[in-house]
């Protein structure tokens, strides 16, 4: 079992950065893989992206393709993601988590979720 702790999020003027951080705690951090997702106000949670278990570099949906960048550090259970020119329309809640060896971009696939952090994007 893991538990997923997010911080970073925060206020940010569009245009701007913020890097979010989620830290594991838990055994096999390395067969699972991790994804941010996202949900704003009225709206379903949304994939943003994901780092497989085996894989070094990530997949991303469209809107952020470019903007984002998804890493993550086995040996200290953490994954991150580098946010970059943010826009308004990027003003959610993201939540990190994790699937057991499923490389998914559905949330239905992720078995461990963190409680959120917010992230604002003032235009």
């Known amino acids: 079992q893991l538990q997923l702790v997010e911080s970073g999020g925060g206020l940010v003027q569009a245009g701007g950065s913020l890097r979010l951080s989620c830290q594991a705690s838990?055994?096999?951090?390395?067969?699972?893989?991790m994804g941010w997702f996202h949900q704003a106000p009225g709206k379903e949670r949304e994939f943003v992206a994901k780092?497989?278990?085996?894989?070094?570099?990530?997949d991303y949906t469209n809107s952020v393709k470019g903007r984002f960048t998804i890493s993550r550090n086995n040996a200290e259970k953490t994954v991150s993601l580098q946010m970059n020119s943010l826009k308004p329309e990027d003003t959610a809640v993201y939540y990190c988590?994790?699937?057991?060896?499923?490389?998914?971009?559905?949330?239905?696939?992720?078995?461990?979720w963190g409680q959120g952090t917010q992230v604002t994007v003032s235009s």
């Open positions: 780092i497989s278990w085996y894989g070094v570099n990530g």
């Open positions: 838990g055994p096999s951090f390395s067969t699972y893989t």
């Open positions: 988590a994790a699937a057991y060896l499923r490389n998914s971009i559905n949330s239905t696939s992720y078995d461990y």
